[in-house]
């Protein structure tokens, strides 16, 4: 008897081993993450959203830094990551908590352009030389 019984649990551990590799491979081919599945456990709804944002105006690593201490700040982020390169956030949150207007405003209020939402002029004074666009830079 015990040796059906270990056999019967062994049977079952493979099977869900199975079952999550599978599930875990729907996943990746589907290019969601587990950060976008987020529910809601009361509703049972999906609360976790995930935007890419333009950054037109962006300069650097430093734009790069800033961009992503004030997004942080907002509450309902889940993950931000700006690629300098792309001129472009990805950012994950919660959609019951905050917004694409709201990360557009917190991104304009640091001083750069998110999607075509201008950024605050004073801010964008404030803003290091290396951030501003080469027009506007002081040592060209």
């Given at each position: 008897?015990?040796?059906?019984?270990?056999?019967?649990?062994?049977?079952?551990?493979?099977k869900e081993s199975n079952d999550?590799?599978?599930?875990?491979?729907?996943?990746?081919?589907?290019?969601?993450t587990n950060e976008m599945k987020k529910t809601d456990n009361m509703s049972g709804k999906n609360t976790s959203d995930h935007i890419m944002v333009?950054?037109?105006?962006?300069?650097c690593s430093t734009c790069k830094k800033n961009i992503e201490t004030a997004v942080k700040k907002l509450d309902?982020?889940?993950?931000i990551n700006v690629v300098v390169k792309e001129k472009t956030a990805h950012i994950n949150y919660d959609k019951s908590k905050t917004d694409l207007t709201k990360i557009e405003s917190v991104i304009t209020a640091a001083g750069y352009d998110a999607n075509d939402?201008?950024?605050d002029p004073e801010a964008y004074k404030e803003l290091d030389?290396?951030?501003?666009?080469?027009?506007d830079q002081k040592g060209k």
């Amino acid at each position: 008897m015990l040796i059906i019984l270990t056999v019967s649990v062994a049977g079952c551990g493979k099977k869900e081993s199975n079952d999550v590799t599978e599930n875990k491979m729907k996943t990746e081919s589907s290019g969601e993450t587990n950060e976008m599945k987020k529910t809601d456990n009361m509703s049972g709804k999906n609360t976790s959203d995930h935007i890419m944002v333009s950054l037109p105006t962006m300069q650097c690593s430093t734009c790069k830094k800033n961009i992503e201490t004030a997004v942080k700040k907002l509450d309902g982020i889940e993950s931000i990551n700006v690629v300098v390169k792309e001129k472009t956030a990805h950012i994950n949150y919660d959609k019951s908590k905050t917004d694409l207007t709201k990360i557009e405003s917190v991104i304009t209020a640091a001083g750069y352009d998110a999607n075509d939402k201008k950024a605050d002029p004073e801010a964008y004074k404030e803003l290091d030389d290396c951030c501003k666009l080469p027009k506007d830079q002081k040592g060209k």
